[in-house]
Structure formats: C-alpha cells, structure tokens
C-alpha cells in the first residue's frame, strides 16, 4: 500500500489487446540475424490493426494502424547493445533493460496512426536491479527534439520467470 500511490492508474485495469484483421496475411520475416529481424506485411487495411512483427525477445509483437491500406510494409528490429554516443542518457533513476531501433519502409509518416507492442522483462532482471514490476517504461527517443519521451506501459501477465507488457506508442 505504501507504494501504491506511485503505481500509475494504468496498472490497476485489465486490458484486450487491440484484435488484427484476420483477413490480412500475416507477417513474413525475410531476414534474421541475430542483431536484426525484418519482417514484411503483404498488406495492411485501412483503418484496421495489423500485425507486424511476432519476436524476437524482448519484443513480443508488434501490430500497427494505418490511415490508408498499404503493400509490402518493412519493419526492421535492430538490436542495439549499447546506448548511442550521440543519444542523451534517461531521466535520473531510470535503467535501460534493452535498446532497439524500430523502422518502417514503405510507409510515410502520416500513414502509421498507432502502434502497440507487446514485450516481456526477466523478473529476475527486474528483482537484481530492485525495480517494481509495475514501474516499467518505455522510452522512444524524439530525434527532432533530441530527447526521450516515455509511455507507460501495462502489465498484462507473469508466464515462466517473464513479466509480459504493454504499450501504445504515435510512431517508431
């Protein structure tokens, strides 16, 4: 209880993760490497949720929204082990567990509404660095601001030694 007024309000309701149009074609991954993932939808809708990517870990997946139906949609999941030089470091206090780039081809900017990602954290992680499971972020950094801008997420499971959560995000 003495924590709980920091928990965010987020964490206290249940969620559904948002439902892909069954009628799209899944996504293929075209290339893998153990530093990169690129998959590829054949179409996406208009105005329908869309999946993109279904791993690698730390990221479950990865669906979208966009403004107007689109081909051959690339999204590479680059995993990036050290924090760029050029980067700013996190707010005080915060950990970074992972750091990746997200990046769509294909698509302008206008076009992607929404995305949601599903990712999972080692509890043990989370238990080694004292962090309260449900004080994650993410952080996406804004290259024309220069900084990062984070989004809270949402626990949604706990599934063999991996706390499972979620996040809306406006872009990559």
């Known amino acids: 209880f003495e924590n709980l007024p920091k928990v ?23 290339q893998v490497t153990p530093t990169l993932t690129i998959y590829q939808a054949p179409e996406t809708g208009e105005l329908v949720w869309v999946d993109l990517v279904g791993t690698p870990l730390p990221i479950e997946d990865i669906r979208a929204k966009f403004a107007t139906t689109l081909t ?4 590479a999941l680059a995993d990036v082990p050290l924090k760029p030089a050029e980067v700013p470091d996190l707010a005080e206090g915060q950990i970074a567990h992972s750091y990746f780039r997200i990046t769509l081809e294909n698509v302008a900017p206008e076009d992607l509404l929404v995305a949601h990602v599903t990712l999972s954290i080692e509890e043990s992680w989370l238990e ?4 309260h499971e449900w004080s994650i972020l993410i952080n996406r950094f804004d ?5 990062w801008v984070p989004f809270t997420t949402k626990r949604i499971k ?8 979620t996040v809306s995000l406006p872009g990559f």
């Not at 799209?24 to 991954?29: C, G, H, W, Y």
């Not at 051959?72 to 999204?75: E, H």
Request: proline share 16%.
């Open 158 to 165: 706990k599934d063999e030694g991996r706390i499972f959560y």
């Open 128 to 131: 080694e660095n004292n962090i």
């Open 143 to 147: 290259e024309e601001q220069g900084t």
């Open 8 to 30: 965010p309000a987020e964490q206290l309701t249940s969620e559904t993760p948002p439902e892909v149009d069954p009628d799209l074609p899944p996504p293929e991954a075209i």
């Open 72 to 75: 051959n949609v690339r999204l």
